[in-house]
């Protein structure tokens, strides 16, 4: 699932990949209601694992209940401009994915919003709001995990201009007659 996210988006060093999950979905439950650490600790692990020795940085989205506020290293949020808050994840005041990034990060913050280059949503919820617009489904090879719907997002830059604008870089240049 990772892997087709980033084939699709071809991230590059530096760049941001968001991360919404329901641990209550993955194990069959209701989103919110039967969230489960181990869940949390492996799904964090294992995309730490893709993602590190790639030099992409992972972002964590909270639940609602703290304004789907986002986990990310200190260093992320410095760097790239994002207002970090004052809240701590707990199992039912962020969820499981985000309390076990708060624990296998280095030097974790909670920031408000950030904009992710892409991302992906685990047990449908909702992060769109964190990934640059403008937005493009992904389409995984695998769209479950245990028992949770899986969706992903990847951004492109604006089309702009009119019908003599060209989207792709050009190769050689040619006058336009």
Do not use: W
Not at 28 to 57: A, Q, Y
Not at 70 to 84: L, S
Not at 90 to 118: L, R, Y
Request: proline fraction near 5%; charged fraction near 20%; include cysteine.
């Amino acid at each position: 699932m990772i892997n087709d996210v980033l084939t699709a988006a071809k991230l590059k060093a530096g760049d941001v990949f968001v991360l919404g999950c329901s641990t209550s979905e993955v194990v069959g439950g209701h989103i919110g209601k039967d969230s489960n650490p181990e869940v949390g600790k492996r799904i964090i692990k294992t995309i730490l694992g893709v993602l590190e020795p790639l030099h992409i940085n992972l972002a964590v989205q909270g639940c609602e209940h703290i304004n789907r506020s986002v986990v990310v290293e200190r260093a992320v949020a410095e760097q790239k401009g994002f207002e970090i808050v004052s809240v701590v994840p707990a199992m039912h005041a962020g969820g499981a994915c985000s309390v076990a990034a708060f624990e296998q990060f280095k030097d974790p913050v909670e920031v408000e919003h950030i904009v992710a280059q892409a991302g992906i949503d685990i047990g449908d919820t909702s992060i769109g709001m964190h990934v640059k617009f403008v937005q493009v489904p992904v389409r995984p090879s695998k769209n479950q995990l245990g028992e949770a719907h899986v969706t992903a997002l990847r951004s492109r830059p604006k089309y702009v201009g009119g019908p003599r604008a060209n989207y792709e870089p050009i190769k050689d240049y040619q006058a336009v007659k």
